[in-house]
């Protein structure tokens, strides 16, 4: 499956961003999507995950209360919407997909299937 992040961009701290990740290639709904960011000089790490079907989502303890994913099998797309934004969420936003039987794996090397990036920056 191929995937493509877009929506990122300039933010005030305490401002919303929503970010979505379009997929193609292969049958989405087979897919688990998670969503990792990358600040500069520091590792990606995971923020949220949603389960192939959608009944399912997991999230980083820091991103609780202010993430929110979703998704929409009909259009293969996932989307990330980001309130309260901070300047610590200043990052690369990756989207990627791993198979359904692969739930909630926080780990990058388990995702098979990445998107570019979308940067976002946020502003204080």
């Known amino acids: 499956v191929q995937l493509q992040a877009s929506g990122g961009g300039l933010v005030q701290d305490g401002g919303s961003v929503r970010l979505s990740c379009a997929a193609s290639?292969?049958?989405?709904?087979?897919?688990?999507v998670g969503w990792f960011r990358q600040a500069p000089g520091k590792e990606r790490e995971f923020v949220v995950v949603?389960?192939?079907?959608?009944?399912?989502?997991a999230y980083a303890d820091s991103v609780k209360g202010r993430f929110t994913i979703s998704r929409d099998n009909a259009k293969d797309t996932c989307y990330l919407q980001i309130d309260s934004l901070k300047p610590e969420d200043t990052a690369v936003y990756y989207c990627a997909a791993n198979r359904a039987t692969i739930w909630n794996s926080r780990t990058p090397l388990r995702y098979s299937y990445w998107g570019q990036g979308t940067l976002v920056t946020v502003s204080s």
């Open positions: 949603i389960s192939a079907s959608g009944d399912s989502t």
């Open positions: 290639g292969r049958l989405f709904s087979n897919y688990n």
